[in-house]
């Protein structure tokens, strides 16, 4: 049950289009199609923002998109707003019962 | 609406007990499984453990299977997270969410609550 791997931060300007990847193994990410991603903002408790590799929840903005290859994900926010700024965490199924999160990634709107 | 309340937090010494609680409301508890997942200070967040709707199924992270035990009960509306044998590491703020969609496993988590904080000190 190793974290998966993301990377420590992003960075992008209003407007513009910033992909945030999650790296795993063919244990949990490479084997399954149980991805979700999940936005934080300081103090608040998370949300999901994308299921099921590339689902969005009903409210969630169409600007958010997600994809996998292999053993990678990514979650995509296009015409970056201000309030995309927040920490993001992939979740990926590991096979019985058992669930793992990417160690974070915060994204800053420059 | 849903809520998922989270009590039972406090400062216990390394080596000690606690039992943590998230009362629920606003959905068919029963209907649902749930999981406790927890976020060390200043870190990232971390699944702790899983129980099935029906309890039937639970699982843990490695790093607390033996030591925590989920465990829920529907007349209450109530998950459990019983800790035993308490690290240092084992400080953070513990949340409880609830999956998407009834009778399933392999289901997003949609809600949650505001979580629990858990301080075990040096």
């Known amino acids: 049950q190793s974290a998966l791997t993301q990377p420590a931060s992003v960075s992008g300007s209003p407007g513009q289009s910033i992909t945030i990847s999650c790296t795993g193994t063919?244990?949990?990410?490479?084997?399954?199609?149980?991805v979700s991603w999940y936005q934080q903002h300081p103090g608040k408790a998370p949300k999901v923002m994308i299921y099921?590799?590339?689902q969005r929840p009903s409210g969630v903005s169409s600007r958010f998109s997600g994809s996998k290859s292999g053993n990678t994900a990514s979650l995509t926010i296009s015409g970056l707003h201000a309030e995309d700024e927040a920490d993001y965490y992939c979740c990926s199924y590991a096979g019985s019962s058992t669930w793992v999160f990417g160690g974070g990634t915060k994204l800053t709107v420059l | 609406e849903v809520q998922l309340v989270e009590s039972g937090g406090v400062v216990v010494h390394p080596g000690g007990s606690l039992r943590l609680s998230c009362a629920a409301s606003?959905?068919?508890?029963?209907?649902?499984?749930m999981h406790w997942v927890r976020q060390a200070p200043g870190k990232g967040l971390e699944w702790v453990s899983l129980?099935?709707?029906?309890?039937?199924?639970?699982n843990y992270a490695d790093s607390v299977k033996g030591r925590f035990t989920i465990s829920r009960d529907t007349s209450k509306n109530s998950l459990y997270l019983q800790m035993n044998s308490l690290r240092t590491e084992d400080t953070a703020l513990y949340y409880c969410a609830k999956v998407a969609l009834p009778f399933g496993v392999l289901i997003h988590m949609d809600y949650w609550g505001q979580g629990t904080l858990v301080t075990v000190p040096s």
């Open positions: 606003g959905f068919t508890f029963d209907d649902y499984t």
């Open positions: 129980i099935t709707w029906d309890g039937d199924t639970t």
């Open positions: 063919s244990s949990d990410v490479g084997g399954y199609n149980y």
């Open positions: 099921d590799v590339s």
